[in-house]
């Protein structure tokens, strides 16, 4: 009786978010088209979003997610056009499947749902939700977490169909942006990245909360391992794939590189910032010269109109003089700004801050980017497997402990190229098998799974293929251990449906003695 009012009650959101989004195109100049398309998608989010939130702890209830694309359609897009592949009007995006323009509050995209989906997502985003003051990561982390969001955000929809589980690589606009946001949501939660994402205030030091979040929960060492990988990483990716701001950082890098190199002379940069600095008094004293005489004063407002084109010629006299008011205001600061580098602690300070900069933008020099990114991302994994340890070893309920099963079943199957998948990576191996052993040890020992072997290595043979099956229910799963050419294979089956069948590595050391159940049956793997 409860299945059929939670069903009764399912078709009643449904129809409520679909009035909701009626309610908000109808106020907007979206063609008929484009308005099936944003229905669609809610239907399929709505369809899939109870498997989805199975299959991955910690993602927000259906009713925020669906409600946060509602509110950014109504609120950022004036603008949505849905356009044809090979149309005239496909030129405007050239070699690419979207457009997000962020000022004009329009998006133009091929009739693809889970790119329209991702640009409802972009568009939504602010362009750098880290303060000025961290330098380099201010910009390429920001752009790392939101692209990361945007990704995450599509795919409800992308890999789920109300009945599988199925994850295309090609599909996901970056696996490495994935890997890496997925990393930084497993460890503190999609809640903190949800306000992080969403903040528009710089009051809140977002970043330093990050930082003292990561080492309250894993310890100091590993939350300054994984800030360094982290900041690493989001430079790289950011030269890899965005090219604005590559442009960006190739400017900053020479301007740092410049003014390292006049600080390596420090009798010579002291001559060069006096230098600036009579300059600019000299600038000054002219200014004001001009501003106390009416006649000078006339004299700069032709001068200056004169070379200006017509729609920036200053107005009149009275609005040059304000002009120059705030020019001279703004020479006041500069010389301010040098007199503080005259200073021998604030001299230091600034020599620091231009070779933190420099640190991350030598990162520019890389030749191999693809090799580079993938040693960086594998380093980052070692990280986060450790810290994942630590959140197995805190847990004491059957009802936590599913959860980071479900969890780690989830990251092991994360595409890490076109391949292969996090779980297949033979670099981490090691520290894979040891998450997995912890794991399936506390959940024997909270009874939540039997021992299958008393020999350990074949226990953990037979058990470790819960964390590669793309069962949505792993509650239901059932194994049946068979023997095939003188080798033994686990079958792992879905309720009576058959999923999958994996070789039993080391069947040499197999005793069937050892074995605490019968072979050729099915037994239920989760009590």
């Not at 399929?44 to 669906?66: C, L, R």
């Not at 500069?334 to 007199?339: R, T």
């Amino acid at each position: 009786m409860q299945k059929k009012t939670d069903k009764f009650l399912d078709k009643l959101v449904k129809k409520d978010y679909n009035n909701e989004l009626e309610k908000v195109l109808e106020k907007k100049y979206f063609n008929e088209n484009t308005k099936s398309i944003l229905l669609s998608i809610l239907y399929k989010i709505e369809t899939a979003y109870k498997d989805y939130e199975k299959v991955k702890p910690n993602v927000k209830d259906k009713e925020a997610f669906i409600q946060s694309i509602i509110d950014s359609i109504k609120n950022n897009c004036n603008d949505i056009k849905v356009i044809k592949l090979n149309s005239k009007e496909s030129k405007i995006l050239g070699n690419k499947t979207f457009l997000v323009e962020k000022t004009k509050k329009r998006i133009i995209c091929y009739p693809i749902e889970r790119k329209l989906l991702y640009c409802i997502s972009k568009i939504d985003k602010n362009e750098k939700i880290i303060k000025d003051n961290y330098y380099v990561i201010n910009k390429t982390l920001s752009d790392l977490i939101n692209v990361g969001n945007n990704i995450d955000t599509v795919e409800p929809m992308r890999d789920f169909n109300g009945y599988s589980w199925t994850t295309i690589p090609r599909e996901i606009e970056s696996i490495y942006h994935n890997i890496v946001y997925q990393n930084i949501r497993i460890l503190v939660g999609y809640e903190f990245l949800d306000d992080w994402i969403k903040n528009t205030e710089y009051i809140m030091d977002y970043f330093e909360s990050f930082k003292n979040r990561l080492e309250k929960l894993y310890g100091e060492k590993p939350q300054e391992k994984l800030i360094e990988l982290l900041n690493v990483v989001s430079v790289l990716l950011a030269v890899r794939y965005n090219q604005t701001l590559k442009s960006q950082l190739q400017k900053e890098k020479r301007e740092v590189e410049l003014k390292l190199g006049k600080i390596e002379d420090n009798q010579k940069f002291v001559q060069e910032i006096t230098k600036e600095k009579l300059k600019l008094t000299k600038e000054i004293k002219r200014m004001d010269e001009t501003l106390n005489n009416r006649d000078m004063l006339q004299e700069e407002y032709e001068k200056r109109n004169k070379y200006l084109p017509v729609q920036e010629k200053i107005f009149s006299v009275k609005i040059l003089s304000k002009m120059m008011a705030d020019e001279r205001e703004e020479k006041i600061e500069k010389i301010e700004k040098l007199n503080i580098l005259l200073n021998p602690h604030k001299f230091v300070e600034y020599k620091r801050e231009l070779e933190a900069k420099e640190k991350y933008l030598k990162l520019l020099n890389i030749k191999d980017l693809q090799k580079a990114i993938d040693t960086i991302i594998i380093r980052l994994q070692k990280v986060f497997l450790l810290c994942y340890q630590s959140k197995i070893k805190k847990v004491d309920t059957k009802s936590e402990l599913m959860k980071l099963i479900y969890g780690f079943r989830y990251y092991c199957l994360l595409p890490f190229d076109d391949k292969k998948s996090i779980g297949q990576i033979e670099e981490i191996e090691m520290q894979m098998k040891k998450v997995e052993m912890l794991l399936l040890k506390k959940a024997q020992e909270l009874k939540l799974i039997d021992v299958f072997s008393n020999e350990k290595e074949i226990d953990y043979q037979i058990l470790k293929n819960i964390f590669y099956v793309r069962v949505i229910n792993l509650e239901d799963l059932y194994i049946k251990l068979i023997k095939e050419n003188d080798k033994y294979y686990v079958q792992l089956f879905d309720e009576n449906v058959f999923e999958e069948k994996r070789e039993i590595k080391g069947t040499d050391s197999l005793n069937k003695k050892d074995l605490t159940f019968k072979m050729n049956k099915k037994v239920k793997i989760f009590n």
